[in-house]
């Protein structure tokens, strides 16, 4: 059974981008996407996924703000802050805080998909 993804992202071409690429995986498919960490939050339970990709720096609610909640929301899911900051504090920052990795954006496409099957339990 593929695990199930939510991509949260505010760049819609970049949702788009990783929904393709993550469903030609046979282990992976994407459920749903959001473009805020409100709207991850608002379909996160309904969708129960066993992976949320999430994005730091989004309007309406960032991801540093909506993980506790998706935490809370989703105790068994594994969540990856995908990001564009490159910052070592940020990433201990997000694990701390609940995160199960930190992947930077601009990785390949292959170690991305690598990182989120290590996660497998």
Excluded: W
């Excluded at 994407?30 to 992976?51: E, I, K, M, R």
């Excluded at 899911?77 to 954006?105: C, M, N, P, T, W």
């Amino acid at each position: 059974m593929p695990d199930r993804v939510l991509v949260v992202d505010d760049a819609a071409h970049l949702r788009d981008l990783l929904t393709l690429l993550l469903d030609i995986e046979d282990d992976f498919e994407v459920v749903g996407t959001a473009a805020d960490g409100a709207q991850a939050l608002s379909v996160a339970a309904g969708l129960a996924p066993d992976v949320v990709l999430l994005d730091l720096a989004m309007p309406v609610m960032d991801g540093m703000s909506a993980l506790p909640e998706l935490r809370r929301q989703l105790p068994d899911a594994r969540i990856v802050i995908f990001s564009g900051f490159e910052h070592r504090a940020l990433a201990e920052q997000a694990l701390a805080a609940g995160a199960d990795d930190y992947i930077e954006k601009g990785t390949s496409v292959t170690h991305l998909v690598d990182r989120l099957r290590a996660l497998r339990t």
